[in-house]
């Protein structure tokens, strides 16, 4: 392998520790601590919910987290073709894998978002048939 060649390849291994670091880390704590605190006020405010306007909310929750879901699946559909791309890298063995993993991850993330969708049109619902009953 030629320096210049050695040299693209630590640079893209060093951007992408540093894009897996930021990826996976919260300015709160851990990224588990972050989602242990959303999925606590989740449950809490999906228990304690009795209006329309309750169950509207935790709706707009749901799509909230299927916009960050859906983007989450593109910037990893957008890593795998990054990959793909990558000519310079020559039969490194990681760069399939890599693409088959980003890949992996933009079809769960794409399932999450339908579910996280369906979950707000569940509440939507609620909401709705919340309005019809108080308008009786």
Not at 72 to 95: N, Q, V
Not at 128 to 136: D, E, F, P, T, V
């Amino acid at each position: 392998m030629n320096t210049r060649m050695n040299r693209k390849l630590w640079t893209g291994l060093i951007v992408l520790s540093i894009l897996c670091g930021t990826m996976f880390s919260s300015p709160s704590g851990s990224l588990a601590e972050s989602r242990k605190g959303n999925r606590k006020k989740i449950m809490d405010r999906v228990a304690a919910a009795s209006t329309a306007e309750d169950y509207q909310e935790i709706a707009r929750y749901y799509k909230e987290e299927a916009a960050k879901a859906e983007e989450k699946a593109k910037e990893h559909r957008e890593m795998a073709s990054w990959y793909l791309e990558r000519k310079d890298m020559g039969k490194m063995s990681t760069i399939v894998p890599n693409r088959q993993h980003c890949e992996k991850l933009a079809n769960q993330y794409q399932a999450a978002a339908r579910e996280f969708s369906a979950m707000a049109r569940i509440f939507d619902d609620y909401a709705g048939m919340l309005r019809g009953l108080s308008a009786k």
